[in-house]
């Protein structure tokens, strides 16, 4: 594997179910990122991750739950959604939060709500 | 706070006709600039960015783009288009200061290319 990977591609659940999305880079980097993406608006930080530290809650609700183990793992625990919570959910990462460059991207998954 | 502005929402050109995206930024500092593209059900890829330097960056795919500090602007061009270039660009600005180096992005071009 190579670059960012994000598992599952695809992820249909109901609102009260219990999920996870799994995210992994292969790049050797030292932070890592969530986003959102939902139509016409631009994409969303959500979480950063530094060297397995959160420094950034970008005021997301409690029903989104990440965790980051290792520099090379991170993950979006999901409970209780809510049907506005469909998007699409990138991972990213880049060499360190506090670091001027560019950031990569995994193929995101697409969750749908229902 | 920085902040991104793609004005056009959706472009259509025909196969073989010349690009330009449009981006304008506001920020107080020298901006570090990007433009990504995401093709349908992928996340998003890296074309080009610029960080100091000479003003006309080039990327890859044939893309390029020009810096322009007074008209706080970053538009994308391409002479020709491919069809595989139907996809939609992001437009995105980094701060460059605190604790946590973040990048802004705009709402995208969707941009359709006619055979």
């Known amino acids: 594997e190579t670059g960012v990977t994000q598992t599952p591609r695809h992820l249909v659940m109901g609102m009260t179910n219990k999920k996870s999305l799994k995210c992994e880079q292969h790049l050797g980097h030292n932070a890592m990122y969530w986003y959102k993406q939902s139509a016409k608006k631009p994409l969303e930080l959500m979480f950063v991750?530094?060297?397995?530290?959160?420094?950034e809650n970008n005021s997301v609700p409690s029903r989104f739950s990440p965790e980051c183990p290792n520099s090379s793992h991170l993950f979006l625990h999901l409970h209780t959604l809510q049907p506005e919570d469909s998007a699409l959910y990138l991972c990213?990462?880049?060499?360190?939060?506090?670091?001027?460059?560019?950031?990569?991207f995994g193929p995101g998954t697409r969750l749908t709500v229902l | 706070a920085q902040s991104v502005t793609q004005p056009d929402i959706h472009i259509t050109v025909s196969e073989g006709a010349s690009l330009e995206l449009r981006c304008n930024y506001s920020?107080?500092?020298?901006?570090?600039l990007f433009w990504y593209v995401q093709s349908p059900g992928q996340g998003l890829q890296l074309l080009l960015k610029?960080?100091?330097?000479?003003?006309l960056v080039q990327g890859i795919k044939g893309f390029e783009a020009e810096f322009k500090r007074s008209q706080s602007s970053f538009n994308l061009r391409k002479p020709s288009v491919h069809w595989s270039d139907a996809a939609e660009y992001f437009c995105a600005v980094g701060n460059s200061g605190g604790s946590n180096y973040k990048l802004t992005f705009g709402k995208g071009t969707l941009l359709t290319v006619n055979p």
């Open positions: 610029y960080f100091s330097g000479d003003t």
């Open positions: 920020y107080g500092a020298t901006p570090y």
């Open positions: 990213a990462s880049s060499e360190a939060s506090g670091s001027v460059g560019e950031q990569f």
């Open positions: 991750y530094n060297f397995k530290e959160q420094t």
